[in-house]
């Protein structure tokens, strides 16, 4: 998770504030950083239906909208227990997008070097993080890309969104990444490419700051189903989290979790794959 330098403030202990967004400091500076474009609407779009996992199971039914209980564990178990739920994102035209997770890293809190809420540093940005489990916490990199975590127990814990395998709604997502997307933004993006990065799922949803504090159990536009199968513990590497070179000896804790053999996520880490195997 990329960290702002700056003053760390001293360690907070004891229960997780439930903040209500409604208390949210209202400055002018604060005001300006959560400014963001509205939401795209998209007309009818082509959408394909659900497809069939190779690496989870899929049988037919409707899934199930995970509540508060779910998130309400430590990071750690968190992130992994992301591993194979679906993600849904509802549009303003009531399309829907559909992708299960495969890819997370975890973030523990105030001791955690290479989170933002290191030293138990709390400010009007990083909020989220300390709001009540299945809070989102979304925050902006480069002054162009969203990332998109989810607080979890713990005073500053989270778990960070890497990688989702996109399910429903592909050629919405497409259209979505190649409109906000720098670049090359011609070339049209194979369906592996979609969601394969926090910041390009976030893309592919059209998720930015505004979603930010939202509540994961209870929003409309935005919410966690469980997925048929989770995959067992053999199918779920433990790696280095990605781009906290900086956090010292916390950039090599086995903080990021994802499905192994699973083409849609981000980085795959040979080593730690030889390593849980040997």
């Excluded at 973030?107 to 809070?135: C, I, V, W």
Aim: aromatic share 8%; hydrophobic share 35%; charged share 25%.
């Amino acid at each position: 998770m990329p960290a702002r330098s700056g003053a760390q403030s001293s360690r907070r202990t004891g229960q997780k504030k439930q903040l209500d967004k409604a208390e949210r400091p209202q400055s002018a500076s604060y005001a300006a950083q959560a400014r963001c474009p509205k939401e795209p609407c998209l007309g009818p779009p082509t959408t394909l239906g659900p497809h069939r996992s190779i690496y989870f199971s899929s049988p037919k039914g409707h899934l199930t909208r995970l509540g508060s209980e779910f998130f309400d564990r430590p990071a750690v178990t968190l992130a992994q227990a992301f591993l194979g739920q679906v993600l849904v994102r509802r549009l303003p035209n009531g399309t829907e997008l559909r992708g299960r997770i495969v890819e997370t890293e975890a973030y523990l809190g105030p001791e955690d070097e290479a989170a933002h809420s290191r030293g138990g540093r709390q400010t009007p940005r990083n909020r989220g993080m300390f709001m009540k489990p299945g809070t989102l916490y979304v925050y902006i990199i480069y002054g162009m890309y969203f990332c998109m975590n989810i607080s979890s127990q713990g005073d500053g814990a989270c778990v960070l969104l890497r990688a989702l395998e996109p399910l429903e709604g592909l050629e919405t997502m497409r259209q979505l990444r190649s409109t906000l997307r720098k670049g090359t933004a011609s070339r049209v993006l194979k369906d592996r490419e979609l969601c394969s990065g926090p910041s390009k799922l976030c893309q592919a949803l059209a998720i930015d700051k505004s979603f930010d504090q939202r509540d994961l159990a209870q929003d409309e536009a935005i919410w966690l189903e469980r997925g048929p199968l989770e995959p067992s513990g053999p199918a779920v590497v433990a790696a280095a989290r990605v781009g906290i070179g900086y956090a010292g000896e916390w950039a090599r804790k086995p903080l990021r979790f994802y499905v192994r053999g699973s083409p849609w996520v981000s980085v795959v880490d040979r080593v730690a794959e030889q390593d849980a195997q040997a």
